[in-house]
């Protein structure tokens, strides 16, 4: 899987897509779960850690510049 997760624990399943935190890298993934292929990325700037969670079309994740949330809809608009 692409991003081992150095400060974390499990990645996020929701429907096909897996949300994986890759604390060296400090950014979210979604990745396709069939495939692994990344839907696309997210650069935090700071470290990461624990696992992230989805709800209501929300992925929300913790780090060094504390917890985020970001929209699925608007993260699958970032470049990849």
């Known amino acids: 899987m692409v991003g081992a997760m150095a400060n974390g624990g499990a990645p996020a399943i929701e429907g096909s897509t897996v949300y994986a935190l890759s604390g060296l890298g400090k950014c979210l993934r979604a990745l396709d779960l069939a495939s692994g292929k990344e839907r696309w990325s997210y650069e935090t700037g700071g470290a990461l850690w624990g696992?992230?969670?989805?709800?209501?079309?929300?992925?929300?994740?913790s780090g060094s510049a504390s917890p985020l949330g970001l929209s699925v809809r608007e993260a699958a608009r970032l470049p990849h």
């Open 51 to 61: 696992m992230p969670a989805v709800a209501d079309g929300v992925v929300c994740f």
